[in-house]
Structures are given as structure tokens and as C-alpha cells.
């Protein structure tokens, strides 16, 4: 494997991308995107077009990214609302009772 070659042809792609700076600032805003809020497939997109623009020439987008709320599935009537926890369930005797015998 030709090392240099590779060397080389990393150097064009960080400066063909602005530099060393413009690479921290990239990396700084994908790590600000990874941990913002948004879906996974939310944060894939902003980070697709934070590649677009090398440099972080623009502001962090995540603050202004429209955050989708979770679809809405359709409830049966009847059904209790997410506000309201389930029920608990009985807690269990922790004292052991006798088996019962039948009486004759």
C-alpha cells in the first residue's frame, strides 16, 4: 500500500475543504448535531448538509431545526391516555400460607 499516495490525496481533500481549522469546525458541528435533539434520521439529514458546506461557513443549524414530534397512533375508544400510568399490580404476600386441605 502506498502510504504517501494516501497522505496525499487526505492533505487535497482537508485543503481542497478549507484546512485543518475548517475541519475542526466541521467535526464541531457534527458532534453539536449528534447531540441535539431531533430523530436519528433528523440529525442524518442535518449532518448531510452540514458536509455540504465545509468549514461550518454557516451557524449550527440544530437550534433552528424544526423538531418532529413521534406520529400519533389512533387509540380505541375507551383506552386510557398516556398521562395516566397502568395500574400496578398487586404486590406479592410475603409470608408463606399453609397449602389448604380440602375439609371432608
Known sequence: MDFK????????VIDKRGGTEALKADAEELKNIATGPGTASDKAKRAADALKDPGAKGTDKTADAPVTPPAEVPKPPGAPSAATPPPEPPAADPTPQPPSTPTP
Open 5 to 12: 499516495k494516501l497522505q496525499r490525496m487526505a492533505k487535497n
